[in-house]
């Protein structure tokens, strides 16, 4: 049996001067495969007092930089706090994006009726519950000027208020459609008083993200989560996500993105977005915003460092649960679920959680319903199969003759790194797929190696059905 020719990285073969010569050789040291761990990147709109540059990326440790970097209340800041409150240990950085020359939503709250009796003022400030006292004669003024000073009093909040004849107008403090997708409630109890509030309405015009997109290109960010429900802005992150995670990047990332409006204005978007790489959970009426929600889902996907596992009834902790007139029922999280959007529900406690974590892919390129990127577990997986095996062979053959004796050995290695996925049950059926493993030399290029790697996923377990006998 010929032995294989041992290779020096620093000890020529032309030395000739008598001694014991002996390098370090460190690229069979890792045998084991590499961390799971995911950097969320956050690309939303700050502040104009912000001092942070746009299109730059910033890497984050808490709230209050956060809050000093992009202007308090900005949807940077508070997109910070919704994934720090999730996932306290996220590996988090932001990519700030300017306001586009758009308008602010803005919404009202008509204060009428002078108080008869005393009583409260119960507010839903975008996730934010507030009670104002409302003393005997308060006139709608009065309340309302008290109204103006409870959200100066919270800069966090998302919107401004000012106040005139009893009006309060609420002002989004980001420019552009997200602010219509904020919501406020006011219920008075002091007898005589009333208080309506209209949505939020007439955002307009947001921010073209493709410059911050670019920008983040070598970043290497896994999750990428934005704050936008239309179409313009995700089909955008749709083309970078496709992009950094091709053949050629090889920088695997996914996009996460919320929704807080109805079932069918999810399930029409999902239909033009129609990537495996793109995930948007979905929770009507809840009075967190839309982008915050986007942002807790994000960090808990980050939390769950084992790719195949999945991510069901695993808790949003910083988004509040909506109305009871407003959630999902089953029937409806069925048709979210056959349409591309990861459905959250109410859990007991009042806690919201992940139904199911899917993306919206569903049709393959012909039109015909596609299961295979189903779940957002797979392709995680798939992600993760990948930077396996490639840094395994970058460890092992850094500097490589191929040989007729290579393949062989690439195809031993590619082995052992499925047998180890398959330990930690991320893949399955390695020894059964194995004749199907093929490390081969290319015709065309006397340089290449073709490698043809089986996967099978693990899959979640999400359905159990049963039949129960009644026997008498």
């Known amino acids: 049996m010929t032995s294989p020719n041992i290779s020096f990285n620093q000890i020529p073969n032309s030395i000739r001067k008598p001694g014991r010569y002996f390098e370090f050789n460190n690229s069979l040291a890792v045998r084991t495969l590499p961390s799971a761990a995911a950097r969320i990147l956050i690309i939303?709109?700050?502040?104009?007092?912000?001092?942070a540059p746009v299109n730059t990326v910033l890497q984050i440790f808490d709230a209050e930089t956060a809050a000093?970097?992009?202007?308090?209340?900005?949807?940077?800041?508070?997109?910070?706090?919704?994934?720090?409150?999730t996932n306290p240990y996220a590996r988090l950085f932001v990519c700030p994006v300017a306001d586009a020359a758009g308008t602010a939503a803005t919404a009202t709250i008509t204060i009428t009726g002078t108080a008869t009796g005393a009583g409260v003022l119960d507010l839903n400030l975008a996730g934010t519950l507030v009670q104002l006292p409302?003393?005997?004669?308060?006139?709608?003024?009065?309340?309302?000027?008290?109204?103006?000073?409870?959200?100066?009093?919270r800069p966090d909040l998302p919107f401004s208020a000012a106040s005139a004849a009893g009006v309060v107008t609420l002002t989004a403090r980001n420019l552009g459609t997200v602010g219509n997708s904020l919501r406020a409630s006011a219920t008075p109890t002091a007898a005589s008083v009333t208080a309506v509030v209209t949505a939020f309405a007439s955002g307009a015009t947001d921010p073209d993200i493709t410059t911050a997109l670019a920008a983040v290109q070598?970043?290497?960010?896994?999750?990428?989560?934005?704050?936008?429900?239309a179409s313009t802005q995700l089909q955008a992150l749709r083309t970078h996500l496709n992009f950094v995670s091709g053949p050629m990047e090889q920088r695997s990332a996914i996009g996460v993105f919320g929704l807080t409006g109805t079932l069918s204005a999810a399930t029409t978007l999902a239909a033009a977005l129609n990537s495996e790489r793109l995930t948007g959970a979905l929770l009507p009426g809840s009075f967190t915003p839309a982008e915050e929600v986007a942002a807790a889902y994000a960090a808990l996907i980050a939390a769950e460092e084992d790719p195949a596992r999945p991510l069901n009834t695993l808790v949003l902790t910083s988004v509040q649960a909506p109305p009871i007139a407003s959630r999902m029922t089953r029937t409806?999280?069925?048709?979210?679920?056959?349409?591309?959007?990861?459905?959250?529900?109410?859990?007991?406690?009042?806690?919201?959680?992940?139904v199911r974590a899917i993306t919206t892919y569903t049709?393959?390129?012909?039109?015909?319903?596609?299961?295979?990127?189903?779940?957002?577990t797979t392709v995680r997986t798939l992600d993760y199969v990948r930077r396996a095996v490639r840094e395994r062979v970058t460890l092992r053959f850094p500097r490589e003759k191929l040989s007729e004796r290579t393949a062989a050995r690439v195809r031993s290695e590619v082995l052992d790194v499925l047998v180890k996925l398959?330990?930690?049950?991320?893949?399955?059926?390695?020894?059964?797929?194995?004749p199907a493993l093929v490390v081969e030399r290319a015709t065309?290029?006397?340089?290449?190696?073709?490698?043809?790697?089986?996967?099978?996923?693990v899959n979640g377990l999400h359905v159990l059905a049963g039949r129960i006998d009644l026997l008498l």
């Open 218 to 229: 070598s970043g290497g960010h896994e999750i990428i989560v934005v704050p936008y429900q």
């Open 332 to 354: 409806e999280q069925e048709t979210a679920l056959a349409n591309g959007i990861t459905p959250l529900e109410v859990q007991p406690g009042e806690q919201v959680g992940v």
């Open 422 to 434: 398959e330990e930690l049950e991320i893949v399955e059926a390695v020894n059964a797929n194995k």
């Open 363 to 376: 049709l393959n390129p012909l039109g015909v319903a596609d299961i295979s990127y189903l779940d957002l």
């Open 134 to 153: 409302v003393a005997l004669g308060d006139t709608p003024t009065a309340i309302a000027t008290a109204v103006v000073a409870a959200v100066a009093a």
């Open 44 to 51: 939303a709109q700050k502040m104009a007092a912000g001092p």
């Open 444 to 457: 065309v290029d006397p340089n290449r190696l073709n490698v043809r790697i089986p996967v099978d996923v």
């Open 68 to 85: 000093l970097q992009f202007g308090r209340g900005s949807q940077c800041h508070r997109m910070v706090v919704d994934v720090l409150q």
